[in-house]
T-cell receptor, first 115, second 113 residues
Framework: GAGVSQTPSNKVTEKGKYVELRCDPI?????LYWYRQSLGQGPEFLIY????????DSGLPNDRFFAVRPEGSVSTLKIQRTERGDSAVYLC?????????????FGSGTQLSVL | QQQVKQSPQSLIVQKGGISIINCAYE??????FPWYQQFPGKGPALLIA?????SEKKEGRFTISFNKSAKQFSLHIMDSQPGDSATYFC????????????FGSGTRLLVRP
């Protein structure tokens, strides 16, 4: 596609529910990243995929968060037992190879609101 | 040590003026310093980036100044335009890694016509 696509753009859920956020990276990009941006803050790194594998998941805050990229393209971020503190914009980015100083292309994000 | 401190939090500049945003860091292992521009409802977009072996980098109206000894870097926007009104984030990373960016808290810039 022309850019990184994220769906849904907005997600409202209740505390304790399970949510899935989808990211469709730029075609041909092998590297994919998830970041979380709280209101008034800069994005924070969550996880990095190189192909199908999670190369670095050190930013995931706890075991309620999990992400997959089974075919090396689309990725899904999964959050179990959501908490109000999970409310944020979840950003996905991709880059061509994940090489040094490579440009990341961000999607517009999914605004998650946990009531 | 992993933080990047950004100031000011917000900035108002008249059209044609110079916008200056500053960032400071502690971790001397940081070796790549990009700036991102973010419009409301959009993801951040890379604006310009610098490595610490260079003291200044210019791309059009945007200039990064880098002071390695002071561990500070800044973004200068010359001839600021209303279309530049956005939130700007500085960032840093280690080992040339593109992915584990440490972002500042952002500066909301408003350029008045």
């Amino acid at each position: 596609g022309a850019g990184v696509s994220q769906t849904p753009s907005n997600k409202v859920t209740e505390k304790g529910k399970y949510v899935e956020l989808r990211c469709d990276p730029i075609s041909g990009h092998t590297a994919l990243y998830w970041y979380r941006q709280s209101l008034g803050q800069g994005p924070e790194f969550l996880i990095y995929f190189q192909g199908t594998g999670a190369a670095d998941d050190s930013g995931l805050p706890n075991d309620r968060f999990f992400a997959v990229r089974p075919e090396g393209s689309v990725s899904t971020l999964k959050i179990q037992r959501t908490e109000r503190g999970d409310s944020a914009v979840y950003l996905c980015a991709s880059s061509l190879t994940g090489g040094s100083n490579e440009k990341l292309f961000f999607g517009s994000g999914t605004q998650l609101s946990v009531l | 040590q992993q933080q990047v401190k950004q100031s000011p939090q917000s900035l108002i500049v008249q059209k044609g003026g110079i916008s200056i945003i500053n960032c400071a860091y502690e971790n001397t292992a940081f070796d790549y310093f990009p700036w991102y521009q973010q419009f409301p409802g959009k993801g951040p977009a890379l604006l310009i980036a610098i490595r610490p072996d260079v003291s200044e980098k210019k791309e059009g109206r945007f200039t990064i100044s880098f002071n390695k000894s002071a561990k500070q870097f800044s973004l200068h926007i010359m001839d600021s335009q209303p279309g530049d009104s956005a939130t700007y984030f500085c960032a840093a990373t280690i080992g040339g890694s593109s992915y584990k960016l440490i972002f500042g808290s952002g500066t909301r810039l408003l350029v008045r016509p």
